[in-house]
């Protein structure tokens, strides 16, 4: 795609700002590995020893950060705090342990975590085909390298290495705390652990009210918060995520580490982030709620509901990872589950019955995909949704429904899709839409 054809959502993403790589110094106490995985991993400078906050995803990479925080300091570890249980917070565990065991540090090392750490496991184990194949379309698995799109830190994934040691298997959380604030000294260092859900149930916040440094894991990235998940997740509370923002603001803290994004150290712009992200966040919670109490659906919320512009305007509210359709619409189902009160979806058609009769009506398969055509023929809007390719891929899924393999069919619906990929600024979607577009081709 050349610049006079780009979208601005493709120009957005290509022209975000690469996170370089960097050991980040915050007061000679606290150090942030920025952008050498996909979540950023950070140590904390105690007494008598290190603190590890996550570790990052993959193990290799995760004992090349040990290495370079070990240029700094030679301080035994003595814990690991989880801030939630995603994969790529929690991956590379092995690399840590693995890196200080070949140290000789035979100490027992406390791994720290909430009391229902790793409950969102429990769903990928009842859907585990559906969650690898949807997350590796979110993921943009398999896409060529100019195609795919990470969502946050280092828009490409540098290379691990290897050879370094690591322990074998999973590294599993060993000390627990429950309820929703533990303070306790690890290290010489007094830390104070908040539960704070959002993107999971099992997510904390970690606290040094010394430094005045607030770890905020993944309740705060640069992006609009990923509110729903494309891949399929439970429903993420997103009042709680509002509250756990407002926690988080409330401490003023005069440094904001996020686990994908470079570390904010102006405590002004601290509190312009966390103000700004708590009341996005809660804007579209009210308003979907107000909206439903209307008696509106979820698609008549999802076309309506959107940031003002005060909050819109703001970089970090940009819609790279989250949507906020997407959200509106998890939080309708959150409350009221699928049923929008349209009596006619109590009894709808069967999907083929609609389909076959959407086709008749439209004049046949061949009439039906011209029409697709017809729409895709006209040029793709610079910015904004592309609704001909929207129309063009809802016409040719009418055909696909009736006959899947009808050639003409995929090969419209490949470019319908591909093109509502290039419209889509949310890097989830925009992959997942890629994604699809590929598997018709294939």
Known sequence: ???????????????????????????????????????????IVGDDGIVIVDSGERPQAAAGIMERFRAITDKPL????????????????????????????????????????????????????VFRRRGAWQFGVGL??????????????????????????????????????????????????????????????IWLPGERIAFAGDTIYGSFPNLYAVRGAGYRDVDAWARSVALIRDKRPEVLIMGH???????????????????????????????????LSADELAESVRLPAHLAEKPWLAEFYGNVAWSVRSIFNGHLGWFDGDARRLAPLPLADEAARMVDMAGGEDAALERARSALARPAPRSGPDRDAAWAAQLASYVLRLRPDHPGARAVSAEALERLGEATLSTSGRNYLLCAARAMRD
């Open 78 to 129: 003595k814990a690991l705090l989880f801030t939630h249980s995603h994969w790529d917070h929690v991956n590379g565990a092995p690399g840590v342990i693995g890196s200080e065991k070949a140290r000789g540090n035979r100490a027992f090392i406390d791994v720290w975590g909430r009391e229902n750490f790793g409950s969102e496991a429990r769903l990928g184990e009842l859907l585990p085909d």
């Open 261 to 295: 994004t470079r570390p904010i150290q102006d405590p002004a712009l601290c509190a312009e982030w966390l103000d700004s992200y708590h009341d996005a966040i809660r804007y579209v919670f009210d308003e979907t709620i107000a909206g439903m109490n209307r008696g």
């Open 144 to 205: 060529p390298p100019d195609k795919r799109t990470k969502p946050l830190g280092p828009k490409v994934l540098p290379d691990a290495g290897e050879g370094r040691p690591v322990s074998r298997g999973p590294i599993r959380v060993n000390r627990r705390f429950a309820g929703d604030m533990m303070s306790l000294e690890l290290a010489g260092v007094r830390l104070e652990l908040y539960a704070a859900p959002g993107e999971t149930s099992d997510q904390m916040f």
């Open 1 to 43: 795609m050349n610049s006079a054809t780009m979208t601005d959502a493709t120009r957005a993403l290509r022209d975000r700002q690469e996170e370089t790589q960097e050991i980040v110094n915050i007061r000679d106490k606290v150090y942030v590995a920025v952008a050498y995985d996909t979540s950023y991993m950070s140590m």
